[in-house]
């Protein structure tokens, strides 16, 4: 193919239907001109590919497939080296079923734990989220089939998600809601863009222009396709003004007339048009030519992958010594989740499993099975419960499993509360009360309250596991694999202490982000509150001691890099993998400084560690790491100042720490009116001596003592607070006097 060729031998008319897919999954053919047709497939979770007029939702069957872990599972990895290979073998499987591309991952931010469709996003934090997606992007599309990374943009709600307004000011929407996508967009180069259902203050995403031109093409240099979300086009010509190529899905050719009408009309130019045809036209060229022959789908090999994958990805949340289990042992498996677990999420992303190994199929020697609660009820049943308890209390150890059931979280709608399922609550306090040795294992999308924490011995989250979810969890539980996940959000101790609490979902079809750049752990730690388990935390069967921190320079210029370096060393018995985590800490905030997290996850590295062994980790940061999106400047900004680096194994277990000197590039610029105060004038030499004696002398006639505190010019505290203007309401300047001045401090 040569797209520019064929642009020019394309006539009106084809140009807006290949701007239009085809059907449900396929972009449109061209025939006399032999552009074919390239299909797209739901992910990442695994490929949930559909005939062209299957339903979208996945209410209808798809091919059978392989489900992986779900993203917020992957992102407790903090491997990047496994989401890269994630992305191969998702990367062959499209491939194998001739796919030009995934749809995913998801890369927006939890901003809430109750948005439904958090099991298919990874962190709270942006730099987490960014770094795995770009990895699982660069393994998918070096095997030849490109991804799609959603939803582009602030959609973080699933309430009114065809229609809420996102608003949200400009840092928080650059550093917290658009920062994993500029990662993966300048690291990975995804084939596309999906563009979200919602607005973001006041504009659709499908016609935002700022968004997907002035931000993603101009200002990160994205040359890719922006598809829409699955019907989120409203006026599909201001759309493709905006920057939006591709609307999905086809089958009606209302879109197309739009296009056409507008461009006869004047409203919609031919160049307009142009570059989102040649974009449709380089996606096929990319699909053709990535397109290999004989690669097969190994359901068997990828099925061992996931399994695999589920097992790095678990967090240990509690050991007080029942885990790892001991083969042969009598032990007690209680609950509905045994034959039938919740190993992935509902909606779109819902794959149709080849093979999903059971906890109730994996049962180790020694093992037995007591239902103890239905799963299809919310309410206790005493002789479920009853039976579960008298089996508990003669056992060697019990094991629970728990967690949300598939009504509970889904595309589509959101949780309204963090609890559990009461019978399941309480027959969870039932067996502790009985049973010392009593081990929760949670399969759940996203966080939850646990009123029986205290009580139980062990916690083992699993999240949302794959197909591999029953052998995955009984090799962790026998210490046959030693957990090493960390967790990639906060678990609070309740809904009410969350940052979005008084705003979220909104009202009237608009969420106020008021919490601004404050989301999951950088409210919590700014607020010094207690949560129930903290991000960045995890567990595992061995310890691991941190030494050695080393930076490369002591000061640095905000254009530069810092190497940071220290050493990881299994301390305990037994193999097993370190999540070591890099924050950097802001300088204290100024008087008229702007509000900063304590500290943020900036780089991360995965350390595998044989009884004894040591690693020297080093890992690279930026002038960006330090920065903070500055408003004024519309751009990212790291002040002047003493920063400190510090490595922990979780945002509140900081092992090491080091300073670092920061000097900015470019000065803050401040602009001075007739509204800014007197005590910002005075804090420049030009004001200090346009109006130090005025004011002095004004202090001195009114009486100084009455007048209060007065600072080092003398200039009482008072007269600080007021604003420059009111000066010549005083008579103390004349209109050009303050003209003059704001001129010489603005110059």
């Not at 140009?15 to 972009?27: E, I, M, N, R, V």
């Not at 020694?366 to 039976?387: H, K």
Request: charged share 20%; glycine share 10%.
């Amino acid at each position: 193919m040569n797209p520019q060729e064929l642009l020019r031998q394309l006539t009106l008319e084809e140009k807006a239907a290949l701007c239009t897919g085809s059907d449900f999954w396929h972009t449109k053919a061209i025939e006399r001109l032999g552009i074919p047709a390239a299909m797209v497939s739901d992910g990442p979770s695994g490929l949930r590919k559909q005939a062209g007029d299957a339903d979208h939702l996945g209410i209808n069957d798809s091919i059978k497939a392989v489900c992986f872990p779900s993203s917020a599972a992957v992102a407790s990895s903090f491997d990047t080296a496994l989401a890269e290979r994630l992305g191969h073998i998702l990367g062959r499987e499209c491939q194998g079923e001739n796919l030009a591309v995934l749809l995913g991952p998801g890369l927006n931010i939890k901003r809430s734990p109750l948005c439904g469709r958090n099991f298919e996003y990874y962190s709270e934090d942006p730099a987490l989220a960014g770094q795995l997606g770009a990895a699982l992007v660069n393994g998918l599309q070096a095997e030849g089939a490109g991804s799609c990374i959603k939803h582009f943009a602030a959609n973080n709600q699933e309430t009114d998600r065809m229609v809420s307004d996102s608003r949200v000011d400009e840092r928080t929407l650059h550093e917290i809601y658009l920062a994993a996508f500029e990662t993966v967009v300048k690291q990975a180069k995804p084939w596309s863009v999906m563009c979200a259902y919602n607005k973001i203050n006041g504009t659709y995403c499908s016609e935002n222009k700022q968004l997907l031109t002035d931000i993603l093409r101009t200002r990160w240099s994205y040359r890719g396709l922006v598809m829409t979300d699955w019907g989120a086009v409203k006026d599909r010509a201001v759309g493709v003004a905006a920057g939006l190529d591709l609307e999905m899905p086809g089958g009606s050719d209302k879109g197309i007339r739009e296009v056409i009408d507008a461009v006869h009309a004047g409203t919609l130019s031919m160049e307009e048009l142009d570059k989102a045809v040649l974009n449709v036209l380089e996606l096929v060229q990319k699909y053709l030519e990535g397109r290999r022959d004989g690669v097969t789908f190994d359901r068997a090999a990828d099925y061992e992958a996931a399994r695999r994958a589920a097992e790095e990805c678990a967090v240990l949340l509690k050991n007080t010594g029942a885990l790892p289990l001991t083969e042969g042992a009598d032990v007690v498996l209680i609950g509905d989740f045994a034959r039938a677990p919740r190993y992935q999420g509902g909606g779109s992303s819902h794959v149709n499993s080849t093979r999903v190994s059971t906890p109730y199929e994996a049962m180790a020697d020694g093992m037995r099975w007591v239902r103890g609660y239905d799963v299809a009820s919310d309410t206790p049943d005493s002789a479920l419960q009853a039976e579960a308890v008298a089996a508990a209390g003669k056992a060697g150890a019990v094991v629970i499993l728990a967690g949300l059931p598939d009504r509970y979280e889904s595309e589509g709608y959101d949780r309204t509360t963090l609890e559990m399922p009461a019978n399941q609550n309480a027959l969870i306090a039932a067996v502790a009360a009985v049973q010392p040795n009593t081990v929760v294992v949670l399969y759940n999308g996203a966080p939850v309250t646990m009123p029986w924490l205290d009580d139980v011995n062990a916690v083992l989250e699993m999240y949302l596991a794959g197909d591999g979810v029953g052998e995955a969890t009984m090799n962790l539980l026998y210490g046959r694999a030693n957990p090493s996940g960390k967790l990639a959000e906060t678990f609070p101790q309740k809904l009410s202490d969350t940052p979005a609490y008084l705003s979220y979902p909104g009202e009237d079809r608009a969420s106020a982000y008021n919490e601004g750049v404050f989301v999951g752990y950088r409210y919590y730690d700014k607020k010094e509150m207690d949560v129930l388990f903290p991000f960045g935390y995890g567990l595992s069967y061995t310890t691991f001691a941190y030494s050695g921190l080393a930076l490369d320079k002591a000061a640095m210029a905000d254009t530069d890099a810092l190497a940071v370096r220290f050493t990881v060393t299994n301390t305990g018995p037994r193999a097993g993998a370190e999540a070591a985590q890099v924050y950097v800490c802001p300088p204290p905030v100024t008087a008229k400084g702007r509000q900063r997290p304590v500290r943020e996850l900036k780089a991360f590295a995965k350390v595998f560690l044989a009884p004894g062994e040591s690693k020297t980790v080093t890992v690279n940061l930026t002038g960006r790491d330090f920065a903070y999106y500055e408003p004024i400047l519309h751009d990212f900004y790291a002040e002047t100042g003493e920063y400190t680096v510090a490595v922990g194994a979780s945002s509140r277990d900081i092992r090491l720490q080091g300073a670092v000197t920061i000097t900015a590039s470019r000065p803050l610029p401040v602009v001075y009116d007739a509204c800014s105060s007197i005590g910002e004038v005075m804090a420049t030499p030009a004001g200090a001596r346009a109006l130090g004696s005025a004011l002095q002398s004004l202090a001195a006639g009114a009486g100084g003592a009455s007048l209060g505190d007065t600072g080092e010019d003398g200039v009482s505290k008072i007269f600080t607070g007021m604003l420059v203007g009111q000066l010549v309401s005083f008579g103390m300047l004349s209109q050009q006097q303050l003209d003059d001045l704001l001129a010489a401090l603005n110059g």
